[in-house]
């Protein structure tokens, strides 16, 4: 959460922050702002205001002021309102600053240094520059460790020091920082996104050492005084795909990709028409080893995991959990060296999973990440990581990620599956071919979006809204449900076809649409039953069903025809089609499709 950048070098340090926060709006876009050195002068100056940073821009635009060293910050507010004056940077006597996490003892800081006079803020950031500007006598590096033993929690900082014109420095615990050298100069980000225009070539700023950037060279130094030699990693997105390629909003776009990234998941995953993990770098014995799997996730990629939940029990007859990252540790979780631990994130930033990565590690799980972004937080902590190519992706609500997970994890049950006897050959091979018959399906899906966009438009009044189904119909909602709340602010409910008479009918009234997937053959004669028991009390149904299953249901039903595969694949084009409506029932609406209200992409806190 919170997007940071600094930037040091030769050109107008202005439009390269602004630019790159906008790029990095997605981790957060309550307030904005930067602090730049004058050239003439080396003060610092500050610019900050609620609002997205095309509100910031037109308050600069007519400054005068020339700069070519400066930092920026759009916020997620954690402690303080959203207000102008908790916006970032934050200023205390000689020291600027901007943070991503939370510092969780700021209070007691507070009182043991007693600051509060200085404070103009209610953020736990201002503390730190308090705290920093406390020690300070010139010796910025020595300060700063100083300081960072004294800070709870997690943070990237960044940092100016008044008397130290063009120089920034960094520290971070938890929080990314990527880092970058390039031809006009030294970069910083919390997010490759905002590196990717400048340079291909970018590390990750190691924890416990203190990063110093000058217009022509950095060093980094350790805690224990020696200079860290960075990890340099290659940057392998096309950089192009960023844009929106015409589309209004990049959700739509996002959607739009699923055949290519899908494909881009799986093409050199396949050998001879098997699975295979030897780009990985995966053994077969951490896939045959493991007698339990437990799955580590949040929000969509926990939808995610409970597809393959679903999967590992049907083909492997495996005992698999599927935890909420942020509960797992603290339910007592049965790991230990017998357990592959699956950790699925988009960003691999994601705390909650991260922590319960090095929880489950600790009790000797194996871990195995299924993640987007190369040399991430999660994917440094992990024994095995499958990365998904779903390539940048900007919208906060989450498809393509989705989708490519769902790929890797399609790949990981069939290599299982052959490893460890559940299929033979040809079953795994019989299974592959259907498999690579999704981005086929899918594209069928994305021709169909006008009449997806039709059925939208009759929900868009909706306050409320059911999403019912049963089996892996109820978890392909459960993702479909979440994008159409967090897109639209409808008030939306997945829930179990069979359990709605246990409770929730009773929130079935004419004026709450439902929406029923079907796609299960061996459940659809129960679930219809469900459906006309919803209907039978006024709702209006909306029924998004496999193609083969529907005939004589075309009469009483508003339908969406799903193209057909194999029950057990039919999730790719439902949750497809499920996007869809969200994205249209978003836009119909006027809402800012790519930037939902209270949402960040990149989740840095507990
Ligand atoms: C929803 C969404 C979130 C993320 C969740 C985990 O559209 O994007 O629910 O899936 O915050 O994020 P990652 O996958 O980065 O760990």
Same mark, same amino acid.
């Given at each position: 959460?919170?997007?940071?950048?600094?930037?040091?070098?030769?050109?107008?340090?202005?439009?390269?922050?602004?630019?790159?926060?906008?790029?990095?709006?997605? !981790?957060?876009?309550?307030?904005?702002?930067?602090?730049?050195?004058?050239?003439?002068?080396?003060?610092?100056?500050?610019?900050?205001?609620?609002? *997205? /940073?095309?509100?910031? !821009?037109?308050?600069?635009?007519?400054?005068?002021?020339?700069?070519?060293?400066?930092?920026?910050?759009? *916020?997620?507010?954690?402690?303080?309102?959203?207000?102008?004056?908790?916006?970032?940077?934050?200023?205390?006597?000689?020291?600027?600053?901007?943070?991503?996490?939370?510092?969780?003892?700021?209070? @007691?800081?507070?009182?043991?240094?007693?600051?509060?006079?200085?404070?103009?803020?209610?953020?736990?950031?201002?503390?730190?520059?308090?705290?920093?500007?406390?020690?300070?006598?010139?010796?910025?590096?020595?300060?700063?460790?100083? /300081?960072?033993?004294?800070?709870?929690?997690?943070?990237?900082?960044?940092?100016?020091?008044?008397?130290?014109?063009?120089?920034?420095?960094?520290?971070?615990?938890?929080?990314?920082?990527?880092?970058?050298?390039?031809?006009?100069?030294?970069?910083?980000?919390?997010?490759?996104?905002?590196?990717?225009?400048?340079?291909?070539?970018?590390?990750?700023?190691?924890?416990?050492?203190?990063?110093?950037?000058?217009?022509? *060279?950095?060093?980094?130094?350790?805690?224990?005084?020696?200079?860290?030699?960075?990890?340099?990693?290659?940057?392998?997105?096309?950089?192009?795909?960023?844009?929106?390629?015409?589309?209004?909003?990049?959700?739509?776009?996002?959607?739009?990709?699923?055949?290519?990234?899908?494909?881009?998941?799986?093409?050199?995953?396949?050998?001879?028409?098997?699975?295979?993990?030897?780009?990985?770098?995966?053994?077969?014995?951490?896939?045959?080893?493991?007698?339990?799997?437990?799955?580590?996730?949040?929000?969509?990629?926990?939808?995610?995991?409970?597809?393959?939940?679903?999967?590992?029990?049907?083909?492997?007859?495996?005992?698999?959990?599927?935890?909420?990252?942020?509960?797992?540790?603290?339910?007592?979780?049965?790991?230990?060296?017998?357990?592959?631990?699956?950790?699925?994130? @988009?960003?691999?930033?994601?705390?909650?999973?991260?922590?319960?990565?090095?929880?489950?590690?600790?009790?000797?799980?194996?871990?195995?990440?299924?993640?987007?972004?190369?040399?991430?937080?999660?994917?440094?902590?992990?024994?095995?990581?499958?990365?998904?190519?779903?390539?940048?992706?900007?919208?906060?609500?989450?498809?393509?990620?989705?989708?490519?997970?769902?790929?890797?994890?399609?790949?990981?049950?069939? &290599?299982?599956?052959?490893?460890?006897?559940?299929?033979?050959?040809?079953?795994?091979?019989?299974?592959?071919?259907?498999?690579?018959?999704?981005?086929?399906?899918?594209?069928? /899906?994305?021709?169909?979006? &006008?009449?997806?966009?039709?059925?939208?438009?009759?929900?868009?009044?909706?306050?409320?809204?059911?999403?019912?189904?049963?089996?892996?119909?109820?978890?392909?909602?459960?993702?479909?449900?979440?994008?159409?709340?967090?897109?639209?602010?409808?008030?939306?409910?997945?829930?179990?076809?069979?359990?709605?008479?246990?409770?929730?009918?009773?929130?079935?009234?004419?004026?709450?649409? /439902?929406?029923?997937?079907?796609?299960?053959?061996?459940?659809?004669?129960?679930?219809?039953?469900?459906? &006309?028991?919803?209907?039978?009390?006024?709702?209006?149904?909306?029924?998004?069903?496999?193609?083969?299953?529907?005939?004589?249901?075309?009469?009483?039903?508003?339908?969406?025809?799903?193209?057909?595969?194999?029950?057990?694949?039919?999730?790719?084009?439902?949750?497809?089609?499920?996007?869809?409506?969200?994205?249209?029932?978003?836009?119909?609406?006027?809402?800012?499709?790519?930037?939902?209200?209270?949402?960040?992409?990149?989740?840095?806190?507990?």
């Amino acid at each position: 959460m919170c997007g940071i950048v600094g930037y040091t070098g030769v050109k107008d340090a202005r439009e390269i922050l602004l630019d790159s926060l906008e790029l990095l709006e997605h !981790r957060g876009y309550d307030s904005v702002g930067i602090a730049r050195f004058d050239s003439e002068t080396s003060q610092v100056c500050v610019d900050k205001c609620v609002g *997205r /940073v095309r509100d910031l !821009r037109r308050e600069c635009e007519q400054e005068t002021l020339s700069s070519t060293c400066g930092i920026g910050h759009t *916020r997620w507010a954690t402690h303080g309102a959203v207000l102008e004056k908790n916006a970032h940077p934050h200023r205390c006597g000689k020291v600027t600053i901007v943070h991503n996490g939370i510092v969780e003892n700021y209070r @007691q800081l507070i009182e043991n240094y007693e600051l509060q006079e200085q404070l103009v803020s209610e953020t736990d950031t201002e503390v730190v520059a308090a705290l920093l500007d406390h020690y300070y006598h010139g010796d910025a590096q020595r300060t700063i460790q100083k /300081v960072a033993g004294k800070l709870k929690g997690t943070y990237a900082l960044v940092m100016m020091f008044e008397d130290q014109p063009g120089v920034i420095y960094a520290i971070r615990n938890v929080s990314p920082i990527v880092v970058a050298e390039c031809e006009e100069g030294m970069m910083l980000a919390s997010d490759l996104t905002a590196l990717g225009q400048f340079t291909k070539q970018y590390f990750v700023m190691p924890e416990h050492a203190v990063l110093k950037m000058e217009a022509d *060279r950095m060093t980094l130094v350790g805690f224990d005084g020696n200079v860290v030699e960075p990890e340099l990693l290659t940057l392998d997105w096309e950089m192009q795909s960023l844009g929106k390629n015409g589309y209004p909003f990049y959700m739509e776009k996002e959607i739009m990709e699923q055949p290519d990234t899908f494909m881009a998941t799986v093409k050199n995953r396949i050998v001879n028409g098997l699975p295979d993990f030897t780009v990985d770098g995966v053994s077969d014995e951490a896939l045959t080893s493991c007698k339990r799997i437990c799955v580590v996730a949040c929000g969509t990629a926990w939808h995610a995991g409970l597809m393959l939940q679903a999967l590992v029990k049907s083909v492997l007859h495996m005992h698999i959990d599927v935890e909420l990252a942020s509960e797992f540790m603290y339910s007592d979780p049965v790991i230990n060296e017998n357990t592959l631990l699956i950790a699925v994130s @988009q960003s691999g930033e994601t705390v909650d999973t991260l922590e319960a990565v090095k929880y489950a590690k600790q009790k000797g799980a194996k871990c195995l990440a299924v993640l987007n972004v190369r040399g991430s937080s999660i994917a440094r902590e992990s024994d095995y990581v499958l990365y998904t190519e779903a390539g940048p992706e900007i919208a906060v609500a989450s498809t393509k990620a989705y989708t490519t997970q769902l790929a890797v994890m399609y790949l990981l049950v069939a &290599k299982m599956a052959l490893l460890r006897g559940e299929y033979t050959v040809e079953e795994t091979r019989h299974y592959m071919e259907e498999f690579q018959r999704v981005p086929e399906a899918i594209s069928k /899906v994305l021709e169909q979006r &006008k009449e997806i966009h039709v059925v939208a438009k009759n929900v868009l009044e909706a306050k409320d809204l059911f999403m019912i189904g049963r089996g892996m119909d109820y978890s392909t909602l459960l993702e479909g449900s979440l994008k159409l709340k967090e897109v639209s602010y409808i008030h939306s409910e997945a829930y179990a076809a069979g359990e709605l008479k246990h409770g929730p009918i009773a929130l079935i009234a004419q004026d709450v649409p /439902v929406v029923a997937l079907v796609t299960q053959e061996k459940l659809m004669s129960k679930e219809l039953s469900n459906i &006309k028991e919803v209907k039978a009390r006024g709702a209006s149904v909306v029924l998004f069903i496999k193609q083969s299953l529907a005939e004589q249901l075309k009469e009483d039903y508003e339908l969406v025809l799903l193209p057909d595969l194999e029950d057990k694949f039919m999730v790719f084009p439902a949750v497809v089609a499920l996007q869809l409506l969200a994205y249209y029932v978003s836009s119909d609406k006027g809402f800012d499709v790519d930037k939902p209200r209270n949402l960040a992409k990149v989740v840095t806190v507990e």
